[in-house]
């Protein structure tokens, strides 16, 4: 008997839909369910870096923690866990460009951890990390990487500058553009200052900023800031606002912050709401 076209495409559907939600359990004691096999055949191995993005949800649905909500994929060596069945073990298995779903025992974890499971998790469940793995590489290509990174990085803040901050001043290795004069003296080592501020990354995507009438309330000098932002605020006065790029040697270099990858140039617009003088 012959399938119907129609028919045949419900029960490839089925079939595929079922194969999506199959637990594939390693020799190692690893829970899998892959959704999507990436093309490279690439796994990790020791020593390797891995970039991944991770939603991790209970039983129940809820989400946990989120790194497409953090905006911060994580880029970590991999290394083995502690226990037999451990989200670490298993990222050995998931390939690069891998979607995969990782089944984690609570009562393992949090016995492991020496917590008892909460409440909203619940004992003898799941927790289901989801793993969409970016790419995996040796340290060695990692540096190469970085290295090549960090050499393009003149070249990206001198065309930012050019295209968007005409008439920029330098000052050490940052540019700042006065949009905005202020009064009273320059804001000097010592003071306290109320400032409001946008970050952004070349690209104009925000990656932080200040919140309505709340400021960041900080003593200048004091090295509460990455010093790209001490060295811009003596170039202000109160009242005034500033565009200011710097580079990530005077932000947070090499190993990026949060949502902020490594060798990454900041842009800031900058506004000195008040002064205190020290």
């Not at 008997?1 to 390693?26: F, Y």
């Not at 109160?238 to 900041?266: D, H, Q, T, W």
Request: proline share 4%.
């Amino acid at each position: 008997m012959k399938l119907k076209l129609s028919a045949l495409v419900l029960l490839t559907a089925g079939i595929i839909a079922c194969n999506e939600h199959k637990v594939t359990t390693t020799p190692d004691g690893d829970r899998l369910q892959i959704h999507e096999k990436g093309t490279s055949g690439k796994f990790a191995k020791d020593g390797d870096i891995i970039n991944f993005d991770l939603v991790i949800k209970t039983a129940k649905d809820s989400v946990i923690k989120s790194s497409y909500e953090d905006g911060n994929p994580f880029n970590v060596p991999i290394q083995k866990g502690f226990f037999k069945g451990s989200f670490e073990n298993a990222l050995y298995h998931i390939g690069e460009g891998d979607s995969t779903t990782v089944l984690v025992s609570a009562d393992t974890l949090f016995k492991m951890m020496g917590q008892p499971v909460p409440l909203e998790i619940g004992t003898g469940t799941d927790l289901r990390f989801i793993v969409k793995m970016h790419k995996i590489q040796s340290q060695e290509d990692f540096q190469k990487e970085l290295a090549e990174k960090k050499a393009q990085e003149p070249k990206i803040i001198q065309e930012y500058v050019d295209k968007n901050m005409k008439g920029a001043l330098k000052e050490g290795e940052i540019y700042h553009l006065q949009t905005v004069a202020g009064s009273g003296d320059l804001v000097k080592d010592g003071d306290e200052v109320k400032v409001k501020y946008v970050g952004k990354f070349v690209d104009g995507k925000i990656f932080d900023q200040s919140q309505g009438d709340a400021t960041l309330d900080l003593q200048v000098g004091a090295g509460r800031v990455i010093p790209g932002w001490e060295i811009a605020l003596k170039t202000m006065r109160k009242g005034g606002k500033s565009v200011v790029i710097i580079p990530s040697e005077l932000a947070y270099g090499e190993r990026g912050a949060g949502p902020i990858a490594p060798n990454s140039p900041l842009v800031f617009e900058m506004e000195v709401v008040d002064v205190i003088k020290k």
